[in-house]
């Protein structure tokens, strides 16, 4: 899932764009990508 990067003193909070979900935190965190933007098709 997406997800927004935010720095804190001693670790790192992983806050999902998904409201419902909680955040993760951690101390050592690897980013794989950024996206840049957002494809959706609706019927």
């Known amino acids: 899932t997406l997800k927004r990067f935010f720095r804190e003193r001693t670790r790192v909070r992983l806050?999902?764009?998904?409201?419902s979900m909680s955040p993760i935190f951690a101390i050592n965190v690897k980013?794989?990508?950024?996206?840049?933007?957002?494809?959706?098709?609706?019927?």
């Not at 806050?15 to 409201?19: F, G």
């Not at 980013?31 to 609706?42: F, M």
């Open 15 to 19: 806050e999902p764009a998904n409201s």
């Open 31 to 43: 980013v794989q990508g950024k996206c840049v933007g957002v494809i959706r098709k609706y019927a």
